[in-house]
């Protein structure tokens, strides 16, 4: 029933006319500045990727069955066993990612939790979980929303059997602090994705195009905030156009896609700090390097920048560096010790798997899609569900007797 009602609800959230999305869009676009066509993308993929079939996927795929809940299941060639809740939960918000709270809200309430998300000021959380209720009235005393502050509230979390946090390390150390050490802490830190764009798949121009324009929607979505934000971007040599020609063409994307969402114009602190780099970047260019932006510094694309450092703390800044296989790219994140989310490729290839895996990067997804995450994704390296139950073993019975 939890499942369903879930489900049921975010299918309301899907329909552009549905009052209370309409009412949460403003109320996000207020606190975020992003524009509505950026909010509305986030909550498409949010709420579009909350159906029954992958929920119950999840469930199945991380504790084996959908009653392993309810009741003793046999696990082949193990204990029969029983998940139970792992008791209160308390779930603390980002600032910048819309609605990070409510997947794993979602899934410590599958798990029969009771929840607790100290949220952010637009009450995205708490409306959405309005409606689950609405679906399923007891959801309605099995989670509250409360607005917090990171200043005020950082070491106010005892009683919580698990606490899941986002945020800054800063943050997150605050809040570690200040809990018990029988509290399962869970941390989503900040972290950075990259990208790595095969010689195989620059095939012909309408390949190079589109591969250009995936690059440009993983940068500029959500202002290049949040942890699934591409800002370095590898492009092998030996394809049908070099690294270096590619650089014009996706500062060409970025400014078509900048377009398509409605990117106001960046403030005057930040465009300061842009344009500052774009001159630092012009002033060091050297043979094989090249620097593309315009007059207003509103985004910032280079070529093997000789500074080598990555551009995580500059907005709507693409690096993208010339390679002529994975190891490079290796080479360069361990350099940097760059704790990756995610590494974005254009082909499957079982080397830029390994380049990953040794990133230590939790998702490897295809370019132009980081920022639209399968719910069932180990986000953080972490499991869905797993995390909110705790198992009981019936060691009288064991599989086979």
């Known amino acids: 029933m939890i499942v369903g009602a879930i489900a049921s609800a975010a299918t309301r959230w899907i329909k552009p006319s549905f009052g209370q999305r309409q009412r949460s869009l403003a109320a996000v676009r207020a606190r975020t500045g992003y524009t509505t066509s950026m909010v509305e ?58 609605g990070v709270a409510i997947v794993p809200a979602v899934f410590a309430l599958c798990a029969k939790c009771d929840v607790l998300v100290k949220d952010r000021e637009d009450n995205l959380t708490a409306a959405f979980f309005a409606t689950v209720a609405d679906e399923l009235e007891p959801m309605r ?18 009683g919580f059997d698990v606490v899941v946090a986002f945020g800054s390390d800063e943050t997150l150390g605050m809040i570690s602090s200040g809990l018990p050490f029988s509290t399962r802490f869970l941390p989503f830190g900040s972290k950075a994705s990259a990208g790595y764009v095969t010689r195989e798949s620059l095939e012909s121009a309408p390949a190079v195009r589109r591969i250009a324009s995936h690059a440009a929607t993983d940068l500029l979505l959500y202002e290049a905030e949040g942890c699934l934000s591409l800002h370095v971007l590898f492009v092998e040599r030996g394809g049908l156009v070099a690294p270096e020609e590619f650089a014009p063409i996706a500062a060409e994307a970025i400014r078509q896609e900048a377009r398509n969402l409605q990117l106001k114009p960046l403030d005057g602190r930040r465009a300061a700090q842009l344009a500052a780099a774009r001159d630092r970047a012009t002033f060091h260019a050297h043979g094989n390097s090249g620097v593309y932006s315009d007059p207003d510094a509103s985004y910032l694309v280079v070529v093997n920048p000789r500074s080598d450092l990555p551009p995580f703390f500059l907005p709507r800044t693409l690096a993208i560096y010339s390679v002529d296989h994975p190891a490079q790219a290796q080479a360069y994140l361990k350099r940097h010790s760059i ?49 909110f139950v705790r198992w009981i073993a019936d060691e009288r019975i064991s599989v086979g007797r």
Request: glycine residues 8%; proline residues 6%; charged residues 25%.
């Open 41 to 98: 993308y986030a909550f498409d993929r949010l709420f579009g990727a909350l159906t029954r079939n992958a929920i119950e996927a999840v469930i199945v795929d991380e504790l084996g069955s959908l009653d392993v809940l309810d009741d003793f299941v046999d696990r082949p060639g193990r204990l029969r066993a029983r998940a139970l809740p792992a008791g209160r939960v308390c779930i603390i918000s980002s600032r910048t990612t819309i």
């Open 141 to 158: 005393d099995a989670v509250a929303v409360r607005t917090w502050s990171s200043e005020s509230d950082g070491i106010s979390m005892h």
């Open 339 to 387: 704790p990756l989310e995610a590494f974005a490729v254009t082909s499957p290839r079982a080397d830029l798997l390994d380049v990953a895996q040794l990133a230590g990067a939790a998702r490897v997804a295809t370019l132009g899609t980081l920022q639209s995450p399968p719910v069932g994704d180990f986000h953080g390296g972490r499991p869905r569900i797993a995390e």
